[in-house]
């Protein structure tokens, strides 16, 4: 089976950042995949963040997020990564990474489209 791990997570001061890391096992056909980064915080539903499609590297992002966070890959390792700067006590959250295959013509943005997920890791940001 797929497996992805998260890492990263942590505690931060409000402005302060972290870097979230997803990597994708081997033996997934991760150069036809589409990856996202969502987010659930206690008594909330959960959120897309971002995502990339690891063909040509689109990218789509939450309007929340737009200007602080950024998210990129490396093909070579198999992993996304989730820049987040700016950081605010509404971005905490536990965050997931998803991964399903795509077409390079199609960028999956909504959580129903991934078929692959990750344990989570845990951001919290204070005030």
């Known amino acids: 089976q797929v497996q992805l791990v998260e890492s990263g997570g942590g505690s931060v001061q409000a402005g302060g950042s972290l870097r979230l890391s997803c990597e994708v096992s081997?033996?997934?056909?991760?150069?036809?995949?589409?990856v996202g980064w969502f987010r659930q915080a206690p008594g909330k539903e959960r959120e897309a963040v971002a995502a990339?499609?690891?063909?040509?590297?689109?990218?789509s992002y939450a309007n929340s997020v737009k200007g602080r966070f950024t998210i990129s890959q490396d093909s070579a390792k198999n992993t996304v990564y989730l820049q987040m700067n700016s950081l605010q006590p509404e971005d905490t959250s536990m965050y997931y990474c998803?991964?399903?295959?795509?077409?390079?013509?199609?960028?999956?943005?909504?959580?129903?489209?991934?078929?692959?997920w990750g344990q989570g890791t845990q951001v919290t940001v204070s005030a």
């Open positions: 998803a991964t399903s295959l795509c077409l390079s013509s199609y960028l999956a943005t909504q959580a129903h489209e991934y078929k692959y």
């Open positions: 081997s033996g997934y056909t991760y150069a036809r995949a589409c």
């Open positions: 990339i499609h690891t063909t040509n590297s689109r990218t």
